[in-house]
């Protein structure tokens, strides 16, 4: 299987930046899209940010400008470099992934445990 594992959280005042890493580790034969969801208390997961593995993007308008995705395919890893956070920011951020453990299997998805990212204001 494939383990995600998240690191960088914490917390920032309004205005600050933090960045954001997941290693994706285990049986893995190839990763597809990473990317990083966020929930804030009492709703529901969203979309951040998406990358492919030839690093085609995808971002949420609502951190478009801010946030920045990017991948090291040699490492399995995907970063979030998120700046002039805001209070409304706040949330426990996921890592995903849709990988193959083999050259012959689906395509499945991957979660990481979340990291939290607090952001005062």
């Known amino acids: 299987q494939v383990q995600l594992v998240e690191s960088g959280g914490g917390l920032v005042q309004a205005g600050g930046s933090l960045r954001l890493s997941c290693a994706a580790s285990g049986k893995i034969f190839s990763i597809n899209a990473m990317g990083w969801y966020r929930q804030a208390p009492g709703k529901q997961r969203d979309l951040v940010a998406t990358?492919?593995?030839?690093?085609?993007?995808n971002y949420a308008d609502s951190v478009k400008g801010r946030f920045t995705i990017s991948r090291d395919n040699a490492k399995n890893t995907v970063y979030l470099q998120m700046n002039s956070l805001k209070f409304e920011d706040t949330a426990v951020y996921y890592c995903?992934?849709?990988?193959?453990?083999?050259?012959?299997?689906?395509?499945?998805?991957?979660w990481g445990q979340g990291t939290q990212v607090t952001v005062s204001s």
């Open positions: 995903n992934c849709n990988a193959k453990i083999r050259s012959f299997s689906i395509i499945q998805e991957y």
């Open positions: 990358i492919t593995s030839g690093g085609a993007t």
